[in-house]
């Protein structure tokens, strides 16, 4: 609309840094929520920011032996080196208040950094809980009791972090396809065996993991909801294959940042190639037939039309995919996400999803661990 104007984050802190600096201030902390590869940017490009502190991908930084489950994306603070020399320290401290951050910065006259000291903190029973907000949570906390229900129970980890998610296959996409594709299932006729057997889900939309090692495997409808936040649906949509295609292939357009565009998948077998230009990485795209007495993966036909569950965020063209929006061939609504899982959870009582193959990168560009290769991109991008 004309109310919002968007800009770039980079040229607009500028202007606001200058302010500041021809006001006598030495000492600028940038505090934004654009995700870990463009708070590096504003610290390697804004001249006069001092020290960055982000959000939006729930980076988890540490230094030395981690306290708990999450695996450290880089050290904390991650130091970068401004295009006007300085040292610039960057940090966030993951998320859902599981850890504090802790950052103890030295300038020295002029205002630059000197020294920079710290790591998150975790917090777990040994730290004692302000009684006063405890007291207060306790009161939203009984008119939440259908929110504390169980409704499942996982054997397994459930890897919704955004490492996983917005890198490779995660098993907490493939149980959401899953249950998507669950609740889509129908009678079948002389010609299917079912009208869909594909899902596709953007691993920016997966917010949260579930541990199963907490409260004994028991998932709750709060638990789901801090995976699915956002209150949307699950929808079927029909597209031409050729429209499919195109939609891998914006999967991986920017990949390696952690935007949330990377297809989770189900029904789906594909194998992208990175080291191809982007709009040609996606090497092969196999999905289950429908129209068949005994379900096999066959190479996606661009003429054909298809049947496809996703998210309604993605039908309208969320996380850049306006080729489903503008081209699609007519959509179904469907139920609440949340409604959707639950019902699926319940049904199977206890789930144990695997990383079994949907996603796959060729060429050995995938490497082990996507921390490895988050670590990697770090290392590039302070080398340009």
């Not at 500028?14 to 590869?37: E, R």
């Not at 080196?81 to 950052?103: E, F, I, N, T």
């Not at 949307?232 to 195109?246: C, H, N, Q, W």
Request: proline residues 4%; charged residues 25%; negative net charge.
């Amino acid at each position: 609309g004309d109310d919002v104007v968007f800009e770039d984050e980079i040229e607009a802190l500028q202007v606001q840094v200058n302010d500041l600096t021809a006001m006598g201030v030495n000492k600028i902390i940038a505090l934004g929520h654009s995700g870990f590869t463009v708070d590096k940017n504003i610290a390697q490009k804004v001249k006069g920011v001092d020290v960055v502190v982000g959000g939006h991908t729930n980076t988890f930084l540490y230094t030395g032996v981690p306290p708990s489950t999450e695996q450290p994306a880089g050290p904390y603070p991650f130091m970068v080196d401004s295009d006007d020399g300085r040292k610039v320290p960057v940090v966030q401290a993951y998320a859902y208040g599981k850890y504090l951050g802790y950052l103890n910065v030295t300038f020295d006259k002029k205002g630059d950094v000197i020294e920079a000291i710290g790591n998150p903190i975790l917090l777990d029973s040994s730290v004692p809980e302000d009684e006063h907000i405890k007291e207060e949570v306790e009161k939203w906390r009984k008119n939440l009791g259908d929110y504390s229900q169980e409704i499942g129970k996982t054997s397994v980890y459930l890897n919704g972090t955004s490492q996983a998610c917005r890198f490779q296959e995660c098993n907490m996409g493939n149980l959401l396809c899953d249950a998507v594709l669950y609740e889509n299932v129908e009678r079948p006729d002389k010609k299917s065996w079912n009208h869909v057997s594909m899902c596709i889900l953007n691993g920016g939309g997966i917010r949260a993991p579930i541990d199963e090692q907490s409260a004994n495997g028991s998932i709750t409808v709060e638990d789901l909801l801090s995976v699915l936040p956002f209150g949307g649906r699950f929808d079927l949509v029909r597209v031409k294959g050729s429209t499919l295609k195109e939609a891998f292939e914006h999967s991986v357009r920017r990949y390696g940042g952690g935007s949330g565009e990377l297809l989770q998948v189900g029904g789906i077998h594909v194998v992208y190639d990175l080291s191809r230009a982007p709009g040609s990485r996606v090497v092969s795209l196999d999905v289950l037939c429908t129209a068949c007495r005994v379900p096999a993966y066959v190479p996606l036909q661009m003429d054909e039309i298809y049947n496809v569950t996703l998210p309604s965020y993605m039908l309208f063209g969320g996380d850049g995919y306006h080729m489903l929006k503008d081209k699609n061939r007519g959509y179904s609504k469907g139920e609440p996400d949340i409604e959707v899982v639950s019902r699926y959870l319940q049904r199977m009582k206890r789930v144990y999803p695997a990383v079994e193959g949907r996603i796959k990168f060729s060429s050995g560009r995938l490497l082990e661990g996507s921390l490895t290769l988050i670590s990697l991109l770090f290392t590039l991008t302070l080398l340009h």
